[in-house]
């Protein structure tokens, strides 16, 4: 495939996808992106992208289709409907999947599409919404070579790296992987700074100290001036995160592997949640232990 100028199908422009997008076009492709709405039909043209109402509009001569949506009904939903994917989408076309899901989910839509003629990858990336912005996430990719290879500089218009890890469900794997260890450093900071606040430490301290020691993290680094301002507007909320841990705990379940630490998180994020905490960004576990502290 001549990745030049294609023309690029989107489905699912939120918080991640709609910047992905925006920085599709201004790389010089074609991008038509689903709008089921009246709200967000005017939110797509206000970012000058041309909308389409169906699926099926989507995929029409599209080169590449991306999605990123929120679970795996989500996934199954627009891929297996009718005038869904399956149904719409060209055997030329190479579908990319760039949603956090089951592995398992992914593997039944992988076959269904594999029935169905079409190129499937997966490819879930890692990073925040400003990282989205500036083009600097990291993508996990898995599915066949030959498609991620030739898909390269479209990768790199919103990526800084990409990896190519197997030929199947390994991206969903390594996905849960890496969010298992980002719900454990929400969880983890909380009772640290819980901890050095009782003992009369200020918060901006004990992050600036951190940030600049052996535990530092690019994460941590990005959440500071939400901690330090207690604003916890979300870039990613509570619900999600305890979604992506779900997801995890179930798949190794599955596959008989004991996560006792993921177990015990999976916990503190439910108990957050009941409290209220949901709709919150997921480092609004700070807040939690602060008052739990008190």
Request: proline fraction near 3%; glycine fraction near 6%.
């Amino acid at each position: 495939m001549t990745d030049s100028k294609l023309t690029i199908g989107w489905i699912g422009a939120g918080k991640m996808g709609l910047p992905i997008a925006r920085r599709l076009k201004v790389a010089g492709h074609a991008v038509q992106v689903l709008a089921r709405t009246a709200q967000s039909n005017e939110k797509l043209k206000a970012a000058e992208l041309d909308t389409k109402p169906s699926i099926a509009g989507v995929c029409q001569n599209a080169d590449i289709v991306f999605s990123s949506i929120s679970d795996d009904a989500a996934l199954f939903d627009i891929v297996n409907a009718k005038g869904g994917i399956a149904d719409s989408l060209s055997k030329k076309c190479i579908y990319v999947d760039m949603s956090t899901v089951s592995p398992e989910a992914s593997a039944k839509v992988g076959e269904r599409l594999q029935k169905a003629g079409i190129i499937y990858l997966r490819s879930p990336v890692s990073g925040s919404t400003i990282m989205a912005e500036a083009g600097t996430l990291t993508a996990i990719v898995s599915g066949p070579k030959a498609a991620f290879e030739s898909l390269q500089s479209v990768f790199t218009t919103f990526s800084r790296k990409c990896f190519h890890v197997g030929e199947a469900e390994e991206a969903r794997t390594m996905k849960l992987a890496l969010n298992s260890m980002v719900a454990a450093t929400s969880a983890l900071l909380a009772e640290a700074l819980a901890f050095g606040f009782k003992g009369g430490l200020e918060l901006e301290t004990m992050l600036n100290v951190i940030n600049q020691s052996v535990v530092a993290s690019p994460l941590i680094a990005y959440k500071t001036d939400m901690i330090v301002k207690n604003n916890y507007k979300p870039a990613a909320t509570l619900s999600m995160l305890q979604k992506d841990v779900d997801l995890l705990l179930n798949t190794a379940a599955a596959q008989h592997v004991a996560l006792p630490l993921n177990t015990l998180i999976h916990q503190i994020y439910r108990k957050a949640a009941v409290s209220g905490l949901a709709e919150q960004d997921f480092f609004v576990l700070v807040q939690d232990a602060l008052k739990s502290s008190t």
